[in-house]
């Protein structure tokens, strides 16, 4: 465990800043809860604005005084930015210098040039979970959607047997595998060890990705049956390259931070001696901040040269990736607040209390309390870090598999059934060209079907590891 995850437990464990009783609190959080999803759907409001005031409406109602809850949310908003915020921007970097020097697309078309008639569904799904390591998901969005339409219009695809499971490479990949916003926040809440998270993530994600991909797209193809837009084609980033990086080169880059946090998670668990010279120098090179720096820095002459990109380029290509996660990060940030504040008025505590008088299983319990948040707010995101600050205390007494398998939970039920309130919806009914019943149909059936089978998966991992 972290030394910032030690410290976070250590807040999280001092007494409450009111002393409300369970009614009251559960008052205050459906208060609070429904003051960010009325901010968000109704009055449009930004989700860093409504995290910010639905916490001090939720610490106002338990009875705290509200320099307490002021204190309180920006502790956890510095502690969450300060754990995860230089993850998600060197995440930002390495996705824009993958898609920039033409990578991205170089590993799309070594892959597509080897598959072909039935095999294609299963190679979107590959080339969307390839790609969808490192990309936020609506970048990933963006980069492959010119691609679904070529292939689906060119090898005269049904759009759906094609666009389903590269959809669902990129979103299982968004809500259950580190190095996305959503795990690592609730990694750092819950304060689960990333490599272990990564490994059971992957884990859960490959059949998840598969029944969501590749078998329901059989049946999205049936119920919505429609040609890709000619106007939604855009012009591909490589177009406008003279060159561009190798497809070894590019996978190497890619997988590095997994392979280096992977690694040090394996050295964890066999050598287990904090002293051992073999485990330190993986605890260091495995360690989330080294392993994307890493990444970065061998993407620079991966990536960057062999596209032909000069060193007056480079600093201009980070500027511009950062440009767009300022957003991420104060919603990030926020959440981490409102986590903070759900602690420290006692509502971890009372949600553990209602969990063992209940006899509800922790991991059942997230994935429920996940689903509800994604359906009122429409974002995976805020479902996350908000779940997490609510069950953070369930996992103080658990082994390092299902603390691990709480924070999956939690993702899980974060990507229960989009609708019209999750700006995702929008994206792919657009891109698709499709109409709103018909996004529900597909989309929004496919989201649900991953966050089932997830749930479910995890569920099961819980009973034998």
């Given at each position: 465990m972290t030394r910032l995850s030690v410290e976070m437990l250590a807040a999280d464990t001092v007494e409450p800043i009111t002393s409300a009783g369970h009614a009251q609190l559960g008052i205050a959080v459906l208060t609070g809860i429904a003051v960010i999803v009325l901010l968000i759907t109704k009055f449009k409001l930004h989700a860093f604005l409504s995290l910010t005031l639905g916490s001090l409406v939720l610490g106002a109602i338990a009875g705290a005084p509200l320099d307490k809850v002021i204190a309180s949310f920006t502790t956890g908003l510095g502690t969450t930015v300060a754990g995860v915020g230089v993850l998600i921007a060197l995440g930002a970097i390495l996705g824009k210098m993958l898609a920039d020097s033409g990578g991205a697309d170089q590993i799309v078309d070594t892959i597509l040039a080897r598959a072909s008639g039935r095999s294609m569904?299963?190679?979107?799904?590959?080339?969307?979970?390839?790609?969808?390591?490192?990309?936020?998901?609506?970048?990933?969005?963006?980069?492959?959607?010119?691609?679904v339409l070529m292939v689906a219009k060119r090898g005269n695809y049904s759009l759906m047997r094609i666009g389903i499971p590269a959809l669902a490479g990129l979103s299982v990949m968004h809500g259950l595998v580190?190095?996305?916003?959503?795990?690592?926040?609730?990694?750092?809440?819950?304060?689960?060890?990333?490599?272990?998270?990564?490994a059971l993530g992957v884990l859960v994600a490959i059949p998840t990705?598969?029944?969501?991909?590749?078998?329901?797209?059989?049946?999205?193809?049936?119920?919505?049956?429609?040609?890709?837009?000619?106007?939604?084609?855009?012009?591909?980033?490589?177009?406008?390259?003279?060159?561009?990086?190798?497809?070894?080169?590019t996978l190497t880059t890619i997988l590095l931070p997994v392979v280096l946090m992977l690694s040090k998670a394996l050295v964890d668990i066999v050598v287990d001696d904090p002293e051992n010279t073999v485990q330190r120098?993986?605890?260091?090179?495995?360690?989330?901040?080294?392993?994307?720096?890493?990444?970065?820095?061998?993407?620079?002459?991966?990536?960057?040269?062999?596209?032909?990109?000069?060193?007056?380029?480079?600093?201009?290509?980070?500027?511009?990736?950062?440009?767009?996660?300022a957003g991420i990060l104060l919603i990030v940030g926020a959440g981490g607040g409102f986590k903070q504040t759900l602690i420290d008025t006692g509502v971890g505590q009372m949600v553990l209390d209602i969990s063992e008088d209940w006899s509800i299983p922790a991991l059942l319990l997230a994935w429920l309390i996940a689903v509800a948040i994604r359906l009122a707010t429409g974002s995976a995101t805020v479902a996350t870090v908000s779940a997490a600050g609510l069950v953070a205390p369930?996992?103080?007494?658990?082994?390092?598999?299902?603390?691990?398998?709480?924070?999956?939970a939690i993702g899980a039920g974060s990507l229960f059934f989009s609708h019209v309130n999750d700006a995702g919806f929008w994206l792919v009914k657009e891109y698709f060209g499709l109409s709103v019943?018909?996004?529900?149909?597909?989309?929004?059936?496919?989201?649900?079907?991953?966050?089932?089978?997830?749930?479910g998966l995890v569920l099961l991992l819980s009973l034998v590891i």
């Amino acid at each position: 465990m972290t030394r910032l995850s030690v410290e976070m437990l250590a807040a999280d464990t001092v007494e409450p800043i009111t002393s409300a009783g369970h009614a009251q609190l559960g008052i205050a959080v459906l208060t609070g809860i429904a003051v960010i999803v009325l901010l968000i759907t109704k009055f449009k409001l930004h989700a860093f604005l409504s995290l910010t005031l639905g916490s001090l409406v939720l610490g106002a109602i338990a009875g705290a005084p509200l320099d307490k809850v002021i204190a309180s949310f920006t502790t956890g908003l510095g502690t969450t930015v300060a754990g995860v915020g230089v993850l998600i921007a060197l995440g930002a970097i390495l996705g824009k210098m993958l898609a920039d020097s033409g990578g991205a697309d170089q590993i799309v078309d070594t892959i597509l040039a080897r598959a072909s008639g039935r095999s294609m569904p299963w190679a979107m799904v590959l080339i969307a979970s390839v790609i969808g390591l490192p990309l936020f998901f609506e970048v990933g969005v963006v980069l492959l959607i010119p691609v679904v339409l070529m292939v689906a219009k060119r090898g005269n695809y049904s759009l759906m047997r094609i666009g389903i499971p590269a959809l669902a490479g990129l979103s299982v990949m968004h809500g259950l595998v580190p190095p996305h916003p959503g795990p690592l926040v609730a990694i750092d809440a819950i304060g689960a060890n990333l490599g272990v998270t990564l490994a059971l993530g992957v884990l859960v994600a490959i059949p998840t990705v598969i029944i969501a991909g590749p078998v329901f797209s059989r049946y999205a193809a049936r119920w919505v049956d429609v040609p890709a837009p000619d106007r939604m084609i855009p012009q591909r980033v490589s177009e406008d390259l003279e060159k561009r990086p190798g497809f070894g080169a590019t996978l190497t880059t890619i997988l590095l931070p997994v392979v280096l946090m992977l690694s040090k998670a394996l050295v964890d668990i066999v050598v287990d001696d904090p002293e051992n010279t073999v485990q330190r120098v993986f605890d260091v090179s495995g360690s989330p901040l080294i392993a994307l720096l890493a990444s970065v820095l061998v993407g620079i002459f991966t990536l960057l040269r062999p596209a032909g990109f000069s060193k007056e380029r480079i600093s201009p290509l980070v500027e511009k990736s950062l440009a767009p996660i300022a957003g991420i990060l104060l919603i990030v940030g926020a959440g981490g607040g409102f986590k903070q504040t759900l602690i420290d008025t006692g509502v971890g505590q009372m949600v553990l209390d209602i969990s063992e008088d209940w006899s509800i299983p922790a991991l059942l319990l997230a994935w429920l309390i996940a689903v509800a948040i994604r359906l009122a707010t429409g974002s995976a995101t805020v479902a996350t870090v908000s779940a997490a600050g609510l069950v953070a205390p369930l996992a103080a007494d658990m082994s390092t598999t299902h603390a691990a398998l709480l924070v999956l939970a939690i993702g899980a039920g974060s990507l229960f059934f989009s609708h019209v309130n999750d700006a995702g919806f929008w994206l792919v009914k657009e891109y698709f060209g499709l109409s709103v019943g018909q996004t529900v149909k597909t989309w929004s059936v496919m989201e649900t079907i991953i966050s089932v089978v997830a749930g479910g998966l995890v569920l099961l991992l819980s009973l034998v590891i």
